[in-house]
């Protein structure tokens, strides 16, 4: 519990050391499942953001105490609270990534979103909220990561490359391949060989979605010997 004074404007500096400490500890509990994960917001990210934010929710609450009584003066510990929300965001932001094919990092940049809140919360002094949404996170980030890999992202997205020529009809096959496999073809792009101008050839990219029991070499193997096709990739 913090150290109650007479004074709800100060702050020992025990009491301060110990929200310091307890947002490190908390943040850095979240970060190392991000850490684990190989994520770009790791374990010293998320316990500068949870610091950062800790030290500047006291510093909203506590650091302009000597002019709590001048007549003119407005002290609202809420102002440098909502600057911090706007910031991560900023910083959130950098984690996301879109490939062309999916988009990535948004969970990353949710944790760090948290990872604040719970820093704000403990400079507050609200230690029972923040360490409950601690537990909360990690159980989201790691247990519902191992229940949605199981049960709901049963389907991966890739990208299918295939050279072929230009007037074969092995499209059809191609087509007919997939949906044997139960490949299901969320977008179909054609364009002109660059690389082999001249022979006839054309370039299709298939962006599908693979069954989880599908592997790559085999699908590629089977493409690649249907007539016509001259190449495969997947990326």
């Known amino acids: 519990m913090p150290i109650v004074t007479d004074n709800p404007w100060s702050i020992s500096e025990l009491d301060i050391l110990i929200r310091l400490v307890l947002a490190v500890v908390l943040g850095g509990s979240i970060g190392l499942e991000r850490e684990q994960s190989n994520h770009a917001a790791g374990l010293r990210t998320n316990i500068l953001v949870c610091l950062g934010s800790c030290l500047l929710m006291l510093l909203s609450i506590y650091g302009f105490a000597a002019f709590v009584d001048e007549p003119n003066v407005r002290v609202d510990p809420a102002r440098l609270a909502a600057a911090v929300i706007t910031g991560v965001g900023f910083l959130g932001a950098g984690t996301i990534l879109f490939t062309g ?27 029972f909220a923040s360490v409950s949404v601690t537990v909360i996170a990690l159980l989201v980030l790691y247990a519902f990561n191992k229940l949605e890999k199981k049960f709901i992202a ?79 990739s997947s990326e």
């Open 101 to 127: 094919k999916s988009i990535t990092g948004l969970t990353t940049a949710a944790s760090l979103w948290v990872v604040s809140a719970i820093g704000l919360a403990v400079g507050a002094g609200f230690y």
């Open 154 to 232: 049963a389907r991966s997205e890739k990208l299918l490359i295939i050279r072929l020529d230009e007037r074969s009809a092995v499209l059809g096959k191609i087509h007919a391949l997939l949906t044997e496999r139960q490949i299901a073809v969320r977008k179909m792009v054609i364009e002109e060989d660059g690389e082999a101008a001249g022979l006839g050839q054309i370039k299709l990219h298939f962006y599908v979605r693979l069954p989880k029991s599908e592997a790559d070499l085999p699908l590629l193997d089977s493409l690649k010997r249907l007539e016509g096709v001259h190449a495969v």
